[in-house]
């Protein structure tokens, strides 16, 4: 990097930048409850006549079929909560929507987050999101196609709650500064899949799989109040700033300061191997968590023969790592660069190789101790928890070779990432329809398979100086 930071002493975690990592830590636990919440609730929503270990009772049955039928109400479970007959290819799909949903939105978000302002455009995405979560049991009784609609249009809306964060960042966070804060913010993901999958086993079977989305629905609509009452688009503005912060910030950042209207020099990214870079290390990181996320309690039930309630306990305990893991990382990852023990690219690739390689190593052994109970969570523990290592590498990249696009390139970045999500979530779906065990082992070499090849192409071509195109001179247009 080129900004060389202040020499004055300027409070941290006491300051305000830290205080709005913490809402927007909130704020990304309000979102992935909200995304996380089927994937628990769908054990018991088709816990109909299987035996342990099968999926459901439809699942011989063609996928027409159940796309017709599924809204149709087979048994109730415990509270009187409907149960459905959903395959496990109707249940990939489920799966999958709302990452079509986020892909929608999240180019055009981040674009326009960076002209309009993020706060506004987050916060009606979260409060979006939260609304159709509350629908969600309702719209599971008029059927499938109907939650399937319903999780599309609230992708969309967190596609637009996700990507305007980085345009907040690239005003709030000194460059010094950037991986703890980016870090903080984002932990809020992992401790959100940890509470959402910790408890909401246990308010399933003791309330009923509706009240998974409407306590969760309900959180994410007092979160928005907070969001609009905190966050301000960047220091100059926001009226409870100190002046000593917002002069560290300021001079921290003059030399990436950009100006409101600016084109984006589309064939420039397009060229830029260092952006590939980032965006194939998304795909890859993508791949293997969101299979996590949405097949963990599956895998569990099903490989480990648990009910839901131990299910959503088990399938919490990997995001307690994932959520100090990405803490820890970018503390580590600024000390690393704070006392110049090592270059800034040297640390984005050594986080990166951490994030991608170790998690792949996990994913290959989990098929050869399936019988070991023990060793199977100490596994699923430790592959989200490595993998958020990412977190302080190519994750954060953009930030580093363009922030005056950092948002709008996010937007891409995650749409790569989401696009690994579908196509992962898909064929999981189709795989363990077909065999359970030789499914499951083929999920997880495929997904290893594709974190080293993601791996090798950002070791290969990723870079951490700021881009040519994108420096205050660039005169690059569409």
């Known amino acids: 990097m080129d900004e060389k930071p202040s020499t004055r002493k300027v409070p941290e975690f006491c300051s305000l930048r830290y205080g709005l990592a913490l809402i927007m830590h909130f704020s990304n636990f309000t979102v992935i409850t909200q995304r996380v919440s089927l994937?628990?609730?769908i054990i018991a929503m088709v816990n109909s006549t299987q035996q342990p270990g099968l999926f459901n009772a439809s699942t011989e049955r063609p996928l027409a079929f159940t796309l017709n039928h599924s809204n149709r109400s087979t048994k109730e479970f415990n509270s009187g909560a409907s149960v459905y007959e959903w395959s496990p290819e109707t249940q990939g799909i489920i799966f999958?929507?709302?990452?079509?949903?986020?892909?929608?939105?999240?180019?055009?978000?981040g674009y326009l987050a960076g002209i309009f302002g993020a706060k506004q455009m987050l916060g009606a995405g979260l409060l979006i999101s939260s609304l159709l979560t509350l629908f969600t049991p309702l719209a599971a009784d008029f059927g499938v196609v109907l939650v399937i609609v319903i999780r599309t249009v609230q992708g969309m809306a967190q596609g637009m709650a996700w990507t305007g964060q980085f345009t907040i960042w690239?005003?709030?966070?000194?460059?010094?500064?950037?991986?703890?804060?980016?870090?903080?913010?984002?932990?809020?993901?992992?401790?959100?899949?940890?509470?959402?999958?910790?408890?909401?086993?246990?308010?399933?079977?003791?309330?009923?799989?509706?009240?998974?989305?409407?306590?969760?629905?309900?959180?994410?609509?007092?979160?928005?109040?907070?969001?609009?009452?905190?966050?301000?688009?960047d220091p100059m503005h926001h009226p409870c700033i100190s002046v000593r912060e917002k002069d560290h910030i300021v001079s921290s950042l003059a030399q990436q300061s950009s100006s409101p209207r600016r084109s984006v020099p589309i064939k420039a990214m397009v060229r830029c191997l260092p952006l590939w870079a980032i965006f194939t290390g998304f795909f890859s990181h993508f791949w293997l968590c969101t299979i996590i996320i949405t097949y963990l309690p599956t895998y569990i039930s099903s490989v480990l023969h648990v009910n839901i309630r131990d299910s959503g306990v088990l399938s919490s305990l990997p995001f307690i790592a994932a959520s100090s893991c990405t803490i820890l990382g970018g503390q580590l990852a600024d000390f690393l660069l704070s006392r110049k023990l090592l270059r800034l690219i040297t640390v984005r690739k050594l986080f990166s190789s951490l994030g991608l390689l170790l998690p792949s190593l996990c994913a290959v052994a989990l098929p050869f101790v399936a019988s070991s109970y023990?060793?199977?969570?100490?596994?699923?523990?430790?592959?989200?928890?490595?993998?958020?290592?990412?977190?302080?590498g190519f994750i954060i990249n953009t930030l580093d070779v363009a922030p005056q696009y950092a948002s709008f390139l996010m937007g891409i970045s995650r749409g790569f990432g989401l696009i690994a999500g579908i196509i992962s979530s898909t064929a999981t779906g189709f795989l363990i329809s077909q065999d359970s065990v030789s499914g499951w082992r083929n999920v997880f070499f495929l997904a290893a398979a594709v974190n080293m090849f993601g791996l090798?192409?950002?070791l290969t071509f990723g870079q951490a100086e700021i881009q040519h195109w994108a420096k205050e001179r660039t005169l690059t247009r569409l």
């Open 39 to 41: 994937s628990i609730a």
């Open 96 to 109: 999958s929507s709302i990452s079509y949903g986020i892909i929608l939105t999240l180019i055009p978000s």
């Open 170 to 233: 690239a005003k709030w966070a000194p460059p010094l500064e950037r991986s703890k804060l980016t870090s903080i913010a984002g932990s809020g993901a992992a401790f959100g899949s940890f509470i959402i999958l910790c408890v909401g086993g246990l308010i399933s079977q003791t309330l009923g799989w509706p009240f998974i989305f409407y306590i969760f629905g309900s959180i994410g609509c007092v979160c928005c109040l907070l969001w609009f009452m905190v966050i301000y688009d």
């Open 374 to 392: 023990t060793t199977t969570i100490i596994l699923l523990i430790l592959i989200p928890g490595t993998s958020n290592l990412c977190d302080s």
């Open 456 to 458: 090798v192409f950002y």
